[in-house]
């Protein structure tokens, strides 16, 4: 738990980071059907950072949460993470990352996923376990729910 709290939950950010930026990269550089994947790839890791990320709500003001320790995990972000992880998502697929961080929260159960055209089961995107402990723990198994699940079929699926 304080390994993914401490460490795993930068190294996914910053891994994060780096394939969305590629993924925009290659968004510019290509055309025809090699565009239309490098666009699903930007909303994959557009929607992965989306979900690690300090939400309203998450981030300790100060005022109403308690001073921790260095060896406890903290409950909130903290006030400079909100600037220290920060994201933009690309205009080109905002409607689609917006409409899975929708069924992400509501989690309806098995529904069709806007960016990859097959269905999902969005139920299992509850944090569990010890991910309920901290904000930053519930967003890393959010993320990592993410990661996991979601399959980038060859064969089968029309997005249309």
């Known amino acids: 738990m ?15 980071q780096r394939l969305a930026n590629a993924s ?3 968004y510019s550089r290509s055309n025809g059907r090699s ?17 690690l990320l300090p939400k309203e709500g998450q981030v300790c003001n100060g005022t109403d949460c308690s001073e921790q320790s260095s060896s406890e995990i903290a409950p ?14 690309p205009p080109e697929v905002e409607d689609d990352v917006e409409k899975e961080m929708s069924l992400i929260t509501a989690r309806p159960g098995f529904v069709r996923s806007p960016i990859f055209g097959y269905s999902q089961d969005y139920s299992q995107f509850l944090p569990r376990g010890h991910y309920t402990r901290s904000e930053r723990l519930k967003n890393y198994f959010l993320a990592t729910m993410w990661y996991g699940r979601m399959g980038f079929l060859l064969k089968g699926c029309d997005k249309s």
């Open 2 to 16: 304080e390994i993914e709290d401490r460490m795993l939950y930068d190294d996914l950010c910053n891994l994060s």
């Open 24 to 26: 925009i990269r290659d």
């Open 35 to 51: 565009r239309e994947a490098a666009r699903r790839n930007m909303a994959f890791f557009s929607v992965g950072l989306k979900l």
């Open 76 to 89: 909130y972000f903290n006030s400079g993470d909100q600037s220290r992880y920060s994201f933009q998502v």
